[in-house]
């Protein structure tokens, strides 16, 4: 099956620092990136939506200027976690979808612990 | 607001029985169902799909759906250990590739 890789698979970072995720697609284009975050014993959240080359949408309460998305490419997206906080600690996960919903594959997830 | 429900659990089933999951949504334009299952520490992944009411079967794995009670299960046979996991439903909507997710069964399969 199509794999969708994710750098890095794990960040430790202090507070105030700012955190890049990628998430790739190796062997299929990715026209939308789905961004989640996942906290302990919580099911997945959808953060934003993103198709390559317009802005993402975000779901209600996620701050767009605090997590930066870019899909620039039909192989490349990136979240930014800027100036994180401790309550950023999470589990983000991508997913990107080529476009019918029998090519929608994960991402192996990022864990972020912000100290 | 569109919901998935589940039973958080946890679920003990006993090894070589048949484990049963269930999930009901809320909004009667839910197109498209997917079962996944997530290792703790480890992403998602797809266990099945399913998009007609009735049943599907694939391997040990069996999704059903109702759309008009508004439900959809995933029996497990001949449980594995290996098959504990947490279990997530999920649901998308017509026109739309977004996944809502329920909140999880976890699932545990005693030797």
């Known amino acids: 099956g199509a794999v969708v890789s994710q750098h890095p698979s794990r960040v430790i970072c202090k507070s105030g620092t700012s955190v890049k995720i990628e998430c790739r697609s190796l062997d299929f284009q990715a026209t939308t990136m789905f961004w989640y975050r996942q906290f302990p014993k919580q099911s997945l959240m959808l953060m934003a939506t993103?198709?390559?080359?317009?802005?993402?949408?975000?779901e209600q309460g996620v701050e767009k200027d605090k997590f930066l998305i870019n899909h620039a490419s039909l192989t490349l997206s990136t979240l930014t976690v800027t100036s994180a906080h401790p309550e950023d600690s999470s589990f983000y996960i991508c997913?990107?979808?080529?476009?019918?919903?029998?090519?929608?594959?994960f991402g192996p997830g990022t864990r972020l612990t912000v100290l | 607001q569109k919901e998935v429900e589940q039973n958080s659990g946890p679920l003990s089933v006993p090894e070589g029985a048949i484990a049963s999951l269930n999930c009901t949504y809320s909004d009667r334009v839910s197109q498209s169902f997917f079962w996944y299952r997530q290792y703790s520490g480890k992403s998602p992944e797809l266990i099945m799909s399913i998009y007609s009411n009735g049943d599907k079967e694939d391997g040990r794995f069996t999704a059903q759906l109702n759309k008009a009670s508004q439900y959809v299960s995933l029996l497990i046979r001949d449980s594995q250990p290996s098959d504990s996991a947490t279990y997530l439903c999920a649901v998308t909507y017509f026109g739309n590739e977004k996944l809502t997710f329920g909140t999880g069964t976890r699932l545990t399969i005693i030797p």
């Open positions: 997913r990107g979808s080529g476009g019918s919903k029998d090519t929608q594959y």
């Open positions: 993103s198709n390559e080359g317009s802005k993402a949408t975000y």
